[in-house]
């Protein structure tokens, strides 16, 4: 068992990663964040030498459409049910915030 994690550290790695966590959160994370280090611990002492890197597990064909051009929406079409349009452009919300 790895050393279990603390209301810190969850309190500290979402404050790294920028996120807000509830109350509720904050108190269950520990213990499911310290099982997934566990379970995470146990697979790395499968032995895997002889296991080929795969991505699937079942080889399957590639399921491509062939490339052909066809027509697209006008500009006026595709704004028609703009909420905001502007000059042949949809108007949105400043969401960078200038210092």
Do not use: C, W
Not at 19 to 29: G, H, M, N, R, V
Not at 39 to 52: G, I
């Amino acid at each position: 068992m790895t050393n279990p994690m603390t209301s810190k550290d969850i309190e500290d790695l979402a404050a790294t990663a920028r996120i807000e966590l509830t109350p509720a959160e904050k108190e269950a994370f520990p213990k499911q964040i310290s099982d997934i280090m566990d379970t995470a611990k146990l697979l790395r002492q499968v032995d895997t030498e002889e296991v080929p890197p795969t991505i699937y597990p079942v080889i399957q064909p590639g399921h491509m459409r062939d490339d052909v051009v066809m027509a697209s929406l006008s500009q006026v079409d595709a704004l028609a049910n703009g909420p905001d349009v502007v000059d042949g452009y949809f108007r949105v919300p400043r969401i960078i915030e200038e210092d």
